[in-house]
């Protein structure tokens, strides 16, 4: 009695210990999922980084091409500067990898009356002709008013080495030609625009071609766009120039997890633009832009033989410049983020729930298996106890048999009987145990055939006559006579039947009745036979009552009543029952009686049909 506290304080602290382990577990994973999150957070920002920064320097690269191609020396007469200008044209039409990404070569000049003349160049003809401002022109027609110098033409143009400007709204690159104006002597002199040279953009191209080509190399992964990119115009109201996939944008607040000019403008924006806008570096741009090759995806060209030194591209307008939108297909990165530490967290809180089921199971088995030792322990102390006795008085018979003790013919007579008496009782035992190891083996063969379920009770009744004249129980019959045939074993049914008498006669003690009752019923399954045990004794206490058909289990009135047997008797009952597509329903109530009725699913009988004569 003082070993079960010990061994329930070890089971609970044990099973705390498991606890404060799952619990330390859990709080480990929650760290490590969130130190998970945060970097792939900074992977996944660093990653988007470089690719925005990576697509605007390709895109700018692309028009760094056509700015460095038509990047002349404006000296000489106005013919030959167009001459160098349609040169430039075929030179860019020849080795270009996008030449659509042209739509049109122009030139400006300007007058005495300060007029303005644009010249178009004919590829067909290979010469410029002079044309009217077109519609799309008409802003920087304006534009370039403001800034030219009448009667520039006459003059001499220099060098230029201020940047190309980028009209979006067209799209168009333009550059002047400046000459200087005033005596040389005088310090009043100024460069100012005499001319200059338009080379038109063709917006079909860059949002069917180039744009979604960028898109592809730097956003979408084997499973499609990872970031949606879009670009939209500046100014207002603004528009959508170019998707990678459709999503709601909105263009008059734009936002995403990457917002940028797609053109370097100088101002202050979250991505560090490649190249410093200072007109006193622009000579850095060119060896920047070598810099900033292959490396990174980007096609390197060769800048040996540079006609002039060289400006970068501006825009127009910075309120116009264009915008780069990138967004997570998720909706966003953070949202990406949390969607992983939630598939984190789920798998890691499913291991620790495994984990903790694997743990509750074994503490369950290990306690099963404790209960069981025990139970086996309690059998064979039982079965020893229960061995002693019968061989004890048979030994002593055939002792006193044997030294001639026992003389008289009816002294002799009753001693045979109590022999005969308690091998049978042994024999029961051995044959209870074979039954019950049978079973442990492997699951046992019946021969199951139609039986009369009536013939099974008279023959279980038969077996159990020596124990119930030796105890002076009586028996109660109440069998219906015209009960249906039941498929079963009838050596096995019989011993089930005879299990359920015994555990009558143990247990019904000084009332010494047992009540059999036979009779159809309908079960779930349909029609069946129930054949019901019942005894007036202790009964069964509540808390033995779902644990009776164990094997080895015990009640704790048979320490009370001293009630001999092996635990085996019930358990083999409901395996039979079963085996036989059965089952055994249990009632009682202490200090009322018991009773245990099995149920027997019965054979409808087939009408054979009668022919006519």
Not at 436 to 454: C, E, T
């Amino acid at each position: 009695m003082r070993l079960r506290p010990r061994r329930s304080a070890s089971w609970i602290g044990l099973v705390c210990a498991l606890a404060v382990i799952l619990i330390v577990l859990a709080i480990l994973q929650i760290r490590w999922s969130n130190q998970v999150s945060q970097a792939q957070r900074e992977r996944l920002e660093a990653n988007l980084h470089i690719a925005v920064t990576r697509f605007r320097r390709n895109f700018y690269l692309e028009l760094f091409r056509v700015c460095w191609t038509f990047q002349t020396v404006p000296s000489g007469p106005p013919a030959k500067i167009m001459r160098a200008y349609g040169d430039h044209y075929s030179d860019w039409m020849g080795a270009s990898a996008h030449p659509a990404l042209v739509a049109g070569l122009f030139v400006w000049r300007t007058g005495r009356d300060g007029s303005l003349r644009l010249f178009r160049f004919n590829p067909a003809s290979a010469r410029f002709a002079s044309i009217p401002w077109p519609p799309e022109f008409e802003s920087l027609h304006h534009r370039l008013l403001r800034q030219a110098s009448p009667g520039g033409m006459e003059r001499p143009a220099k060098a230029d080495e201020a940047p190309w400007v980028i009209d979006e709204r067209i799209p168009a690159l333009y550059h002047a030609w400046r000459v200087t104006t005033g005596k040389p002597e005088t310090p009043e002199k100024m460069d100012v625009p005499s001319g200059g040279v338009i080379v038109q953009l063709d917006m079909n191209f860059i949002q069917r071609v180039l744009l979604p080509m960028l898109a592809d190399r730097y956003f979408r992964g084997p499973e499609g766009f990872t970031y949606g990119v879009t670009i939209v115009s500046g100014g207002r109201p603004a528009r959508v120039i170019y998707q990678s996939s459709s999503g709601a944008i909105n263009s008059t607040s734009p936002t995403g997890d990457a917002v940028a000019d797609l053109l370097f403008s100088g101002r202050h924006t979250s991505m560090q633009p490649p190249f410093q806008e200072d007109r006193n570096k622009a000579n850095s741009v060119s060896d920047e832009i070598a810099s900033a090759s292959s490396p990174e995806g980007i096609d390197s060209f060769n800048l040996e033989g540079a006609r002039q030194p060289f400006a970068f591209i501006v825009p127009a307008n910075r309120t116009a410049n264009w915008k780069m939108i990138v967004r997570h297909r998720s909706g966003s990165v953070e949202t990406a983020v949390l969607g992983l530490r939630r598939r984190n967290l789920t798998v890691s809180f499913s291991v620790l729930l495994l984990l903790a089921a694997s743990m509750g199971l074994i503490l369950i088995s290990a306690q099963r298996a404790q209960r069981l030792a025990k139970l086996q322990m309690d059998f064979v102390a039982n079965i020893s106890h229960e061995l002693r006795t019968p061989l004890a008085v048979i030994c002593s018979a055939a002792e006193n048999l044997a030294d001639g003790v026992v003389g008289a013919k009816e002294q002799v007579k009753n001693y045979g009987a109590l022999i005969q008496a308690e091998g049978r009782r042994l024999s029961e035992m051995m044959e209870q145990i074979l039954v019950f190891a049978a079973g442990r083996a492997g699951p046992p063969s019946y021969s199951q055939r139609p039986v009369d379920i009536l013939e099974i009770i008279e023959a279980a009744l038969a077996d159990a006559q020596p124990a119930l004249e030796s105890t002076g129980v009586s028996v109660e019959k109440r069998l219906e006579s015209d009960l249906p045939l039941v498929l079963a074993d009838p050596s096995a049914l019989s011993r089930c039947i005879q299990n359920l008498i015994s555990n009558a006669i143990k247990y019904g003690q000084e009332n010494r009745w047992i009540g059999l009752r036979a009779e159809k019923a309908m079960g779930k399954q349909g029609p069946e036979v129930r054949i019901t045990v019942e005894d007036r004794g202790v009964g069964i206490e509540p808390e033995d009552l779902p644990h009776i058909f164990e094997p080895f289990y015990r009640g704790k009135i048979k320490n009370t009543l001293q009630v001999h047997g092996t635990g085996l008797g019930l358990s083999i009952a409901k395996e039979i029952a079963e085996a036989m597509g059965g089952a055994i329903t249990v009632t009682s109530s202490p200090g009322q009686g018991s009773s245990f009725t099995l149920h027997l699913p019965g054979l409808v009988a087939v009408e054979t049909p009668t022919t006519a004569a």
